[in-house]
């Protein structure tokens, strides 16, 4: 069974941090693209950044310079580290496994991430 748990959200003032991790099960984690996206209120799913098995990396425009994503795949866990948040930056936080040739992507069950002003 897999399972993607994430953790580590919350409410924080603009300008402040988070880092949110997701722990994966279920998966060979070390050869996925692993990666975060988030859902405001009245908005669509938004990819915010990804990382691939070989460590590149994706950013979305609007969290370039204060979110970085990593990974340590002994622990099977994705981490986003958040600084610098903005009011705008909050939504709900989803860890993503994405799909293989053999398997669908899968989803974690989400994080709130509540930034005030």
């Known amino acids: 069974q897999v399972q993607l748990v994430e953790s580590g959200g919350g409410l924080v003032q603009a300008g402040g941090s988070l880092r949110l991790s997701c722990a994966a099960s279920?998966?060979?984690?070390?050869?996925?693209?692993m990666g975060w996206y988030r859902q405001a209120p009245g908005k669509q799913r938004e990819l915010v950044a990804t990382?691939?098995?070989?460590?590149?990396?994706n950013y979305a425009d609007s969290v370039k310079g204060r979110f970085t994503v990593s990974r340590d795949n002994a622990k099977n866990t994705v981490y986003l580290q958040m600084n610098s948040l903005k009011p705008e930056d909050t939504a709900v936080y989803y860890c993503?496994?994405?799909?293989?040739?053999?398997?669908?992507?899968?989803w974690g069950q989400g994080t709130q991430v509540t930034v005030s002003s």
């Open positions: 279920g998966i060979i984690f070390s050869i996925r693209t």
């Open positions: 990382l691939t098995a070989g460590a590149t990396t």
């Open positions: 993503n496994a994405g799909a293989l040739r053999t398997s669908r992507p899968y």
